[in-house]
C-alpha cells in the first residue's frame, strides 16, 4: 500500500488530488490530509505526522497542486522504494548539489527531469531531460512537490523539525540526508506528473537555505550522484553558476544590503567572476531603485 500524505491549505484541491490519485495509483493505497490553514505548522511537522498516522509500506509526500497522469502508476514505484538501497523516488532533481547555497536545481546539465509544468504562464510544457533507460535515474536532490520514500527509511531519517521552521528546504535536507547515509535517490520516468505551480524564492527561503549550508551542511557538500563524474573546471563553473543564481534571488529580496554584500564576498572568496559581481551590483541597484 501506499500512503499518500498532503500538508493542505485548500480543501477543494485536497480532495482533487485524492480523486485522481485514487482514480490512477492501479494499487491500494490512502490519502492522509492534514489542515495546515487553521492552526499551522512547519511542513516538517505535518509530513512526520502523517507519515505516522499511514498505513502504507510506502509514503508519498505530495503538494495539492500535483496530478498523475498515468494510469497504474503505483505499483513500479512502490517495487522500487521498498529496495533496500533506494532512498526518495521524485519526477525533477539534480545529480549534484553544490557547495553554493542553492535548492534542488544546480544547473540544466545536471537536471533530471520528467514532469509536466503548468500554471500562471498559461501554456502547459511537457519537460523530459537527462533519463536513464531503465525508468530511475540516481540524482541527489528531488524537488519536494512528489516525493516517494519507503516508511522504514522514512522511520531512520524522519523530516528535521528542528532545522525546518517553515515551508522551504525540508526536500534538500531530507534528500541530502538519504543520499550521506547511503542510499540512492532517483528521478522516475516511467509515469508522467504535471505540476501546477512554481516554486517560491521568498526572504524565508534564502535565510532557510543559508542556515542549511552554514550549519547542519557546512563541510559536507558538494555531494554527486552516483556514476557521475566532473572535471575540476567543470565543478568550479558549477558552483559559479550556483553563486550567481542564488545572488539573483537575494537581488529581487528584501535581504539587507550588508548581507548581500557578504555573500557576494564569500562567492568571490572562491573566484566568482568580477564580470558576474558587477552584473548583480547591477541589478541591485536597479531593482532597489524600483522599490523605492
Known sequence: MISFILCSINPEAAEKVCQNIRSTAGCDCECIVIDNKTKPRSIAQVYNEGAHRAKGHVLCFVHEDVRFLTPDFGPAIE???LQPQTGVIGFLGTQYKAQAPSGWYVHNDL???HYIQSGHRGT?????HNLSPDGFTPVVIVDGCCMFVSRETWASHPFDTLLIQGFHCYDVDFCLTLHHAGLTNYVCSLSMMEHQSYGSYNLQWIETTLALHRGKWYGQLPMYAKDLTLTPQQQIAYEHHAWYDFLKKCVKSPLPL???????KDARRIGFPNSKSFKLLYKLLFYRGLRK
Open 258 to 264: 550588508s548581507q548581500f554584500l557578504a555573500l557576494l
Open 124 to 128: 502547459d510544457e511537457c519537460v523530459t
Open 79 to 81: 517495487q522500487k522504494a
Open 111 to 113: 537536471s533530471v527531469k
